[in-house]
T-cell receptor, first 113, second 115 residues
Framework: KNEVEQSPQNLTAQEGEFITINCSYS?????LHWLQQHPGGGIVSLFM???GKKKHGRLIATINIQEKHSSLHITASHPRDSAVYIC???????????????FGKGTHLIIQP | DADVTQTPRNRITKTGKRIMLECSQT?????MYWYRQDPGLGLRLIYY???????NKGEISDGYSVSRQAQAKFSLSLESAIPNQTALYFC??????????????FGPGTRLTVL
């Protein structure tokens, strides 16, 4: 069973700060996902990656497969970035397709004006 | 219109009652999933289905059952609800063509309270 650990659990920062959220996992994966959950519950996928680095606007995600570690960075943070950020991994199942995701417990981020 | 919908969005029920949560999707995806989210525990997989004839148990299937009535519909049932099933429940879908990446699209969630 894959264990997914995130840190920190809670993070409060000032607007404009550079934010880093970390994720580590215990066994090999086919892909790592970063998800965002706003108050009210909705979950959206930010990134899927199996190697290297991806960038969408002010968000950057990196993964190091050898070290089983990923980071999510937010540059020039803004109060609207306040949300729970969730790391999840997918593993190819025995049926050839991917089973469900295994999730970290999430990082609750608050950006203060 | 939302691609993945869940009904009801909120439900309060009593211990011992039978409850059904429904999920519908218009994305045309074969794979559907049910997760529950608890504070401090994160999201955990209850059941998943790769097609109408393929149902699989997840990490925490005890106390739950599912029905895949059609490609677009996947229902979760609590045969006899108990208070520790109070949680936020999410349905999700993914495309078989996504294969190993398994990008998932989530419904808005159902908040269930069992008294």
């Amino acid at each position: 069973k894959n264990e997914v650990e995130q840190s920190p659990q809670n993070l409060t920062a000032q607007e404009g700060e550079f934010i880093t959220i970390n994720c580590s996992y215990s066994v090999g994966i086919s892909a790592l996902h970063w998800l965002q959950q706003h108050p009210g519950g909705g979950i959206v996928s930010l990134f899927m990656l199996s190697s290297g680095k991806k960038k969408h606007g002010r968000l950057i995600a990196t993964i190091n497969i050898q070290e089983k570690h990923s980071s999510l960075h937010i540059t020039a943070s803004h109060p609207r970035d306040s949300a729970v950020y969730i790391c999840a991994v997918s593993v190819r199942g025995s049926g050839g397709g991917a089973d469900g995701l295994t999730f970290g417990k999430g990082t609750h981020l608050i950006i203060q004006p | 219109d939302a691609d993945v919908t869940q009904t009801p969005r909120n439900r309060i029920t009593k211990t011992g009652k039978r409850i059904m949560l429904e999920c519908s999707q218009t994305k045309g995806h074969d794979r559907m999933y049910w997760y529950r989210q608890d504070p401090g525990l994160g999201l955990r997989l209850i059941y998943y289905s790769f097609d109408v004839k393929d149902i699989n148990k997840g990490e925490i299937s005890d106390g739950y059952s599912v029905s895949r009535q059609a490609q677009a519909k996947f229902s979760l049932s609590l045969e006899s609800a108990i208070p520790n099933q109070t949680a936020l429940y999410f349905c999700a879908t993914s495309d078989v063509l996504a294969d190993s990446y398994n990008e998932q699209f989530f419904g808005p969630g159902t908040r269930l309270t069992v008294l």
